[in-house]
């Protein structure tokens, strides 16, 4: 069973780092694209970052690009997302999101992890 | 980037309604769309992909049909448990980008 979950998440203050982890299970880690995607409370759905299966492809969304940092450790079957300089608008759940390798859209999701930036 | 457009953004139905939401993309996209459905405090799950196909385990009264710029996610017989938020999301980019959101609520 594919199986993705999230840690890291809490509350920071505005200009603090945090860095989430996804675990992944249930499947060749090393074979998939992943992605972040996040969620504002009471808003929609975000596209964050992605990175390929070998870390070879690297892209940001232009609200975190310079910010935040996608890397990921097939070896420890883990996927990560270093956030630096958070504002209060990156306040919001934060998935990590299996790329389907045919379709290439997500195809598995984990439960997400909160992240709050406030004083 | 390109720009999805939802619609509506929320709707109000009753039990056994026939349900249709549109995306609409500022540029063609092939069939690279995918539409999520998601319930509070849970994670989007996938029920359409490339457009038209059925994820499984899907019931069979959602249906997805468009190609291009012009998209629509279809519930035949809204069910109780379909009140829900759907969203789209076009992967023919590299920046992905879903499309606003709509809320199906109970009429």
């Known amino acids: 069973e594919v199986q993705l979950v999230e840690s890291g998440g809490g509350l920071v203050k505005p200009g603090g780092s945090l860095r989430l982890s996804c675990a992944a299970s249930?499947?060749?880690?090393?074979?998939?694209?992943m992605n972040w995607v996040r969620q504002a409370p009471g808003k929609g759905l975000e596209w964050v970052s992605s990175?390929?299966?070998?870390?070879?492809?690297?892209y940001y969304a232009d609200s975190v690009k310079g910010r935040f940092t996608i890397s990921r450790d097939n070896a420890k079957n883990s996927l990560y997302l270093q956030m630096n300089s958070l504002r209060a608008e990156d306040t919001a759940v934060y998935y990590c999101?299996?790329?389907?390798?045919?379709?290439?859209?997500?195809?598995?999701w984990g439960q997400g992890t909160l992240v709050t930036v406030s004083s | 980037d390109i720009q999805m457009t939802q619609s509506p953004s929320s709707l109000s139905a009753s039990v056994g309604d026939r349900v249709t939401i549109t995306c609409r993309a500022s540029?063609?996209?092939?069939?690279?769309l995918g539409w999520y459905q998601q319930k509070p405090g849970k994670a989007p799950k996938r029920l359409i992909y490339?457009?038209?196909s059925l994820q499984s385990g899907v019931p069979s009264r959602f249906s997805g049909s468009g190609s291009g710029t012009e998209f629509t996610l279809t519930i035949s017989s809204l069910q109780p448990e379909d009140f829900a938020t759907y969203y789209c999301?076009?992967?023919?980019?590299?920046?992905?980008?879903f499309g606003g959101g709509t809320k199906v609520e109970i009429k």
């Open positions: 999101a299996r790329v389907s390798p045919r379709i290439r859209d997500f195809d598995y």
């Open positions: 249930g499947f060749t880690f090393s074979s998939y694209s």
């Open positions: 990175i390929s299966s070998s870390s070879s492809y690297i």
């Open positions: 540029q063609g996209i092939r069939n690279d």
């Open positions: 490339a457009a038209s």
């Open positions: 999301l076009q992967h023919n980019s590299y920046h992905l980008t």
